[in-house]
């Protein structure tokens, strides 16, 4: 296939498993509850010994060996996360440095919630265009080390894990990145995020003993209002721009932040429930690493075949949303 896009694919979830009934163990609250409200039975965290780098690195190496490449034939890096390793450098300048790339451009796109890997891979394709390179696009989160684990609204719905891709273009492509959607609207970002660590709530000892950095803030109405609208909206557009049909459409990758969204954006497009892929109830929401993480599922378990035409989607804190269409 010649055109850009995608040319390897790889994932990576931690082997601790957090069921229902372990954090029923913890908090007030069931397998019923947490089931009913977001579809998720279980997810994973990371132990002690792995960090965020931990987690990138095991994906990237997996993407770069599926494309028949090594970490030498890189010519840029972008890390999709809000969990980063430290505060400043930026993971991916770890990660060059982890994987024995060359000195190349390397940088991370962070804040933009779980929209980010949508977004990387948006650039990635214009970098490609501008002078061809190889990009390796990861979308990774530890969020389990920076949430407040007695606030039950909120702990629950998370995990950890990475996904990641490498883009470039030639006959070796094995899905081409057709057409992109993204926006932001800043009047809701308030609805989704993290204050402490920024000029206006800087971190302080006081804060870190009342758990001011693990305050999220989450409208949950208002962001399953806001996810279902602009999610479905946006898949619309890719399509329009790709010039392609509803009914051209093989797989729906959609953020897997919670069921109910994904239900309700499934029936805003109109598609059969076999139509979207779901693995949000083995993985909870894992942030930007939530789109490639299923992705690289989804392919290796033959849910994804040649000539399919793949939507992705996605929506995060800002209020920031991103969507793609795939020719595989």
Known sequence: MAGIGILGFGSYVPSRVMTNDDWAELLDT????ITSRSGIKERRFADDSESTLDLAAAAAEQAISDAGLTADDLDE??????????????????????LGAGEVTAFDLGGSGCAGFVLALDIAKTRVQATPKKVLVVGVELISRLMDWTDRSTAVLFGDGAGAVVIGE????????????????????DILGLETGGTRRPFSLEEAQKDGHHEIAMNGREVFRQAVRRMAASSEIVLERAGRRKDEVALVIPHQANLRIIDAVRHKLGLDEDLVYVNVDRYGNTGSATVPLAMSEAHHEGRI???????????GAGFHWSSAVLQF
């Open 305 to 315: 075949k040649p000539g399919d035409l793949v939507v992705l989607t996605a929506f």
């Open 30 to 33: 069931d397998d019923e509850w």
């Open 170 to 189: 030639g006959d070796l492509v094995k899905a081409e990145l057709l057409s992109f959607d993204a926006g932001t609207d800043g009047q809701y970002s």
């Open 77 to 98: 890096i972008i890390v999709a996360t809000d969990t980063p390793e430290v505060y400043t450098p930026d993971t991916a300048a770890h990660l060059q440095h982890r």
